[in-house]
């Protein structure tokens, strides 16, 4: 059973919850690692440096749109993309992310949260949201 008085607000708090980390993640690499300490990692790992802009860009946008609720679920679905390419890195390292290198079930937990919340929809305070097509009528107005 959901609380249509208060789920919306349960929303609100998963968005800011949600939009903090992703920008926590852009800021790390910005500010810690640096983005062309990001670049290099990225080319150890794999993928092509010059993902590191763009993916430094999307998560700390991606962040902001999140938290202020402009079009937040669909932003949040289509982030998850760059946390399922964190989280193949992290896979060999195990399920723990304080293990070595980090393990990946926190990455898996942000892909699953911004999957639930394209689910659930913006939340309260949402400045600019749009219902899927393909889903029926929201729970709560």
């Keep these: 059973m959901i609380d249509v008085n208060t789920a919306p607000y349960g929303v609100f708090l998963l968005r800011l919850s949600l939009g903090?980390?992703?920008m926590s993640h852009?800021?790390?690499k910005l500010f810690v690692f640096t983005?062309?300490?990001f670049a290099g990692y990225l080319g150890s790992v794999g993928f092509p440096s010059a993902l590191a802009w763009p993916i430094v860009l999307a998560e700390l946008t991606?962040?902001?749109l999140i938290i202020a609720g402009v079009y937040a679920r669909h932003?949040?679905?289509l982030l998850i993309p760059l946390m399922a390419g964190a989280m193949s890195v992290h896979i060999p390292n195990g399920w723990v992310f304080s293990s070595a290198n980090g393990g990946w079930e926190y990455p898996a937990?942000?892909?699953a949260t911004s999957f639930v919340l394209w689910l659930v929809g913006d939340g309260a305070f949402a400045?600019?949201?749009r219902p899927l097509l393909f889903v029926g009528r929201p729970v709560a107005a």
């Design 75 to 77: 932003v949040a679905l």
């Design 109 to 111: 937990f942000l892909i």
């Design 127 to 129: 400045l600019r949201s």
């Design 62 to 64: 991606g962040g902001i």
């Design 26 to 28: 852009a800021l790390l």
């Design 20 to 22: 903090a980390m992703w």
């Design 35 to 37: 983005v062309p300490g």
